[in-house]
């Protein structure tokens, strides 16, 4: 099954990934490569397996089957360091997750002085820097609870790429906040795709999807049905399922 | 991705799930592992033991200290009397038990109450929370067991119940104060969406704060219990003849300690199942209540 092509490795490599919860078979034999700069949006109905195959690569679920590769390393092998692959990974969550004890600045900095090593001096420079490219250098000092569900989840990113992860994982990053805050989030996406980073994400919003992503990969009940630039996926799909998915999801941007 | 291979894959998901040979080799290693790690950790405490064992053998007064606390005759001889103590510590554990719930919920409840027409009874319980606390259990006990009787207002009661009033009055001091740490945990929100349904607000502390709110201090809560458990054994000092009082008569006749040794040896079995509650339930409330918090 997981006959790959030897040259189409990119930075992620997704080679066949099985991963099954007790009866229900989660993720039914996926691969997918991404490129480096590449940006792929993983789309599909609640429970299609986005998450948990955002949660495999992250090795925060223990893959049943297959093989992920992170920049040709197997990270599924049970021999890798799993805090050293992850600290190589960029994750942010749908509720932000920010440690409310800590400042905002504080939080961007941790795993760049804890894990890292980086002397406090720089990461502080280096995350205010941050901060103020993303318009919030004077809520360096906040507590995150101060802070609306938009800012939190821009610092969540910002915490997320301080230590220039290679790849970059988003989960429905958007899902939980206002439709007016949910702009100033993907506006900073799409600034990170820009600037080349390596992103895969799972949304719901079909309209960003065609805005940043390089391909979109159509998911449902644990299998890739069908993956295609935006234009393919969205203009003109070739499969029955997501043409159903799509009329059913609809696209209020669309023109 | 090409059509033709999806629809093989589709295929093949619907067949047996069989793992590939680089699964097989990561289970292999896993199990390994797994073998590795359990061998080390047995040797490490056979080690461990047997160097225990080493020093208290060959220690000089070994002999001495082993016929004084542990002959097995003498422990068989106190054994029916001291258990008969243990029932009776039992009894007053299990009593001690419901009237400290009783007092400590009623005291935390009292001490989380908002508004200045409850500023007396908020000041009462922070009182008597201060005093408990900072009481030895030992002086309390004296102080109901002989001073409240000496007021001969009753008659004469039996020496366990005194004790068990002490008991109450000590550690419902300690579980109000855990269990108002849990009221203050659950979030505002919750108190809200109760109150949103048109629960009043003593519905809204029974049905939904309280359940919360004990299930966050479960731990603290268990602890307090078995702390409680071997307290129970300070009411000898009152004459009751609980499982100490009666290790003490045996080792007073025999002038061996032995029956003290057996006495803590009950005490830490009979602590024993409840520890083990403690931690299946705390298990259980994670995963129904954490999902995927497993890193």
């Not at chain 1, 986005?50 to 925060?60: A, P, Q, V």
């Not at chain 1, 890798?80 to 939080?107: C, E, K, S, W």
Request: hydrophobic share 45%; with cysteine.
């Amino acid at each position: 099954m997981s006959a790959q092509d030897p040259g189409t490795r990119g930075v992620l490599d997704v080679q066949g990934v099985h991963k099954r919860f007790g009866d229900q078979h989660v993720l039914r034999g996926i691969d997918l490569t991404v490129q480096q700069h590449e940006a792929v949006v993983l789309i599909g109905a609640s429970g299609s397996g986005k998450s948990t195959l955002l949660k495999t690569i992250n090795l925060l679920e223990q893959v049943d089957d297959g093989r992920i590769m992170l920049a040709g390393d197997d990270i599924t092998d049970p021999r890798m360091n799993v805090d050293a692959v992850r600290a190589r990974i960029g994750v942010v969550f749908q509720h932000y997750n920010l440690f409310p004890h800590m400042t905002v600045l504080a939080n961007v900095v941790l795993a760049m002085r804890k894990v890292f090593g980086t002397s406090r001096a720089e990461a502080e420079r280096r995350g205010l820097e941050l901060l103020a490219r993303i318009g919030l250098g004077d809520k360096a000092g906040e507590y995150p609870d101060r802070l609306s569900g938009g800012q939190q989840q821009r610092v969540a990113i910002v915490r997320a790429i301080a230590t220039n992860p290679e790849l970059l994982l988003l989960d429905e990053i958007t899902s939980a906040l206002d439709p007016q805050l949910v702009g100033e989030v993907l506006d900073l996406v799409s600034e990170l795709k820009t600037s080349g980073s390596t992103i895969v994400m799972a949304t719901h919003e079909m309209s960003f999807a065609r805005r940043v992503a390089d391909r979109v990969v159509y998911l449902k009940d644990g299998v890739i049905i069908e993956s295609g630039t935006p234009e393919q996926i969205f203009e003109n799909p070739q499969r029955p399922e997501t043409r159903e998915f799509l009329a059913r999801v609809g696209d209020p941007f669309s023109a | 991705m090409s059509e033709a291979r999806q629809s093989a894959r589709l295929q093949h998901s619907g067949q047996e799930f069989a793992p590939s040979p680089i699964e097989l080799e990561r289970r292999g290693y896993r199990r390994a592992r797994k073998r590795q790690s359990i061998l080390v950790s047995i040797a490490s405490t056979l080690v461990f033991a047997a160097a225990l064992v080493l020093v208290l053998v060959n220690s000089p007064g070994w002999d001495a200290v082993r016929e004084t606390f542990f002959d097995p005759a003498i422990a068989i001889e106190a054994f029916p009397r001291v258990i008969t103590g243990l029932w009776l510590n039992i009894q007053v554990l299990f009593v001690a038990a419901i009237g400290v719930a009783i007092l400590g919920t009623l005291l935390a409840i009292a001490r989380t109450l908002k508004g200045p027409v409850f500023t007396p009874l908020r000041l009462i319980a922070a009182g008597y929370t201060d005093l408990f606390r900072g009481i030895p259990v030992l002086l309390v006990l004296y102080l109901v067991g002989f001073g409240i009787p000496g007021l001969e207002l009753t008659g004469r009661l039996p020496a366990q119940f005194w004790g068990t009033v002490a008991l109450i009055l000590c550690y419902s001091a300690y579980v109000s104060e855990v269990l108002r740490a849990g009221i203050d945990a659950v979030h505002p929100s919750q108190r809200l969406a109760a109150r949103s349904l048109g629960l009043s607000h003593a519905k809204t502390l029974r049905l939904v704060v309280m359940p919360q709110a004990v299930r966050k201090v479960t731990p603290a809560l268990m602890n307090d219990f078995v702390s409680m458990q071997k307290d129970v054994g300070l009411i000898s000092v009152l004459g009751a003849v609980d499982a100490i009082r009666a290790a003490q008569i045996e080792v007073a006749s025999s002038y061996n300690f032995t029956p003290y040794v057996l006495a803590g040896l009950l005490f830490v079995l009979l602590s024993l199942p409840f520890i083990r509650l403690t931690d299946w339930l705390t298990a259980r409330a994670q995963r129904r209540e954490q999902i995927g918090g497993v890193v």
